[in-house]
């Protein structure tokens, strides 16, 4: 009885070692299967992808530079508009307080009527701030939209002969951490950019 335990511990062995044998040979035979399935190293393939700047095309676009000087023009005209019309309050508030102390009005009814009508005042330019505010937003965004409707358009242009499967915008270091100089075709869609907008 203990020499046929002996006898198939021994076949057990054997297996084991057979087993281990085709298992290490195996690993071999995957592992130059899987170097031979590597991509090789190639400078010369080139993805069917690109991106585009955004800060070089806001900054190079004829349309954006222009929308821009006019945006800002906007923007100091309406600030103007609040700081010379604040001034005026303020002057008046200042004459105000000046006659009060002098007691220089008739009556505490016209001290009165004077008050309500700077405080009308500074409520006016309050509504007037607003308003101007609101009209430089709305003007950005109509300009924000426009510059992503004609960028959108002339990247389709583009992409009629350059055959890009993907193009990712980028600012900054915002979407693209790197990549290789080949897949920027900023330079293409600005020029694009300012044909198309030269001739209109």
Not at 57 to 86: C, F, G, H, P, W
């Amino acid at each position: 009885m203990k020499n046929l335990s002996y006898v198939i511990n021994g076949i057990l062995a054997v297996a084991i070692i057979i087993l281990f044998i085709l298992f290490f040979s195996n690993n071999k035979k995957t592992d130059s299967e899987i170097a031979a399935l590597a991509f090789p190293v190639d400078s010369t393939l080139t993805l069917p992808i690109a991106y585009v700047n955004i800060d070089s095309v806001l900054s190079n676009y004829e349309y954006a530079k222009e929308a821009s000087d006019a945006l800002m023009k906007k923007t100091e005209s309406s600030r103007a508009t609040v700081n010379n019309r604040q001034r005026q309050i303020e002057n008046e508030h200042q004459e105000f307080q000046r006659k009060v102390q002098n007691n220089a009005f008739l009556s505490q009814d016209r001290a009165e009527q004077e008050y309500q009508r700077i405080q009308k005042m500074a409520s006016d330019l309050q509504q007037t701030a607003a308003r101007l505010d609101n009209e430089v937003l709305m003007e950005q965004m109509k300009v924000n939209s426009q510059l992503a409707d004609s960028v959108r358009t002339s990247i389709a242009v583009l992409n009629q002969t350059t055959n890009y499967e993907i193009i990712i915008s980028n600012s900054g270091l915002d979407n693209i951490l790197y990549a290789k100089p080949k897949y920027d075709i900023t330079n293409q869609v600005i020029d694009l950019l300012n044909k198309r907008y030269v001739k209109k």
